[in-house]
């Protein structure tokens, strides 16, 4: 069974830009959820998306947003880039009625903005 | 609102040797989900090990083991016999059983393993 799978894996962007990112979940999960990986700030939740339909938040600005799609498939998109997005963003699949709670996750999306 | 604390930044210790990282973590549900979750330099995160709240038994995997304590809200990571390819940053996260597929996570441990 196919993993996680994230793409771009390396993007570089300038301040103000916007940029796509996509996640494809493992097949047969539904939830796909989204976080932020800083080395202040560590790991953080974006939010989640179950049924194409988003289900939590974090404490972002709404400059972040996302979608899901029929398939599961997930894009976050971040408009207006500022220096601090730069991040690794990673994605996490989950059945989400799943017994054993494990989310699982893709190698992620490093972002840079110059 | 959930909160999981990684008091040691960085670890290290002798390949073969037994290390234990720390975890604590704050909240008042009594149901809920405890995890070590594993990054090596290839940024995947990969589960170690979990532990369900309900459970008194602690969990155990392979090398891999926890010291689950519900009423400290302490959760500690054993690796026995370290090798190489355990060094990684390892962080605890925590999650609750309803609603939000939504982990919390520890600022984590950079764990060295010395040859």
């Known amino acids: 069974?196919?993993?996680?799978?994230?793409?771009?894996?390396?993007l570089i962007k300038?301040?103000?830009?916007?940029?796509?990112?996509?996640?494809?979940?493992?097949?047969?999960?539904?939830s796909v959820s989204w976080y932020q990986q800083t080395p202040g700030q560590g790991l953080q939740f974006l939010f989640e998306y179950f049924s194409e339909t988003q289900r939590n938040k974090?404490?972002?600005p709404g400059r972040f947003s996302g979608r899901q799609f029929s398939n599961s498939r997930s894009e976050m998109n971040v408009s207006t880039l500022e220096l601090g997005d730069s991040a690794l963003y990673l994605c996490a699949s989950s059945p989400r009625t799943s017994p054993t709670g494990e989310l699982f996750f893709g190698e992620g999306s490093r972002l840079t903005v110059l | 609102a959930?909160?999981?604390?990684?008091?040691?930044?960085?670890m290290s210790v002798q390949e073969a040797e037994t290390v234990t990282l720390?975890?604590?973590?704050?909240?008042?549900?009594?149901?809920?989900?405890?995890?070590w979750y594993k990054q090596p330099p290839s940024r995947q995160m990969i589960l170690v090990i979990r532990q369900e709240a309900y459970k008194q038994q602690n969990a155990t995997e392979n090398r891999f083991s926890v010291?689950?304590?519900?009423?400290?809200?302490?959760?500690?990571l054993k690796i026995s016999d370290?090798?190489?390819g355990d060094a990684a940053m390892y962080f605890c996260a925590y999650?609750?059983?309803?609603?939000?597929?939504?982990?919390?996570?520890?600022?984590?441990?950079?764990?060295?393993?010395?040859?």
């Open chain 2, 67 to 76: 010291n689950f304590q519900k009423a400290a809200k302490s959760f500690s």
């Open chain 1, 58 to 60: 974090g404490n972002f």
């Open chain 2, 22 to 35: 720390s975890c604590t973590y704050d909240t008042s549900e009594s149901d809920y989900y405890l995890f």
């Open chain 1, 1 to 10: 069974k196919a993993g996680v799978t994230q793409t771009p894996r390396y």
């Open chain 2, 82 to 84: 370290s090798q190489l």
């Open chain 2, 2 to 10: 959930q909160t999981v604390t990684q008091s040691q930044p960085e």
């Open chain 2, 95 to 115: 999650k609750g059983i309803q609603g939000a597929q939504k982990l919390v996570f520890g600022q984590g441990t950079r764990l060295t393993i010395n040859p």
């Open chain 1, 14 to 30: 300038t301040r103000g830009q916007q940029v796509t990112l996509s996640c494809s979940p493992i097949s047969g999960h539904r």
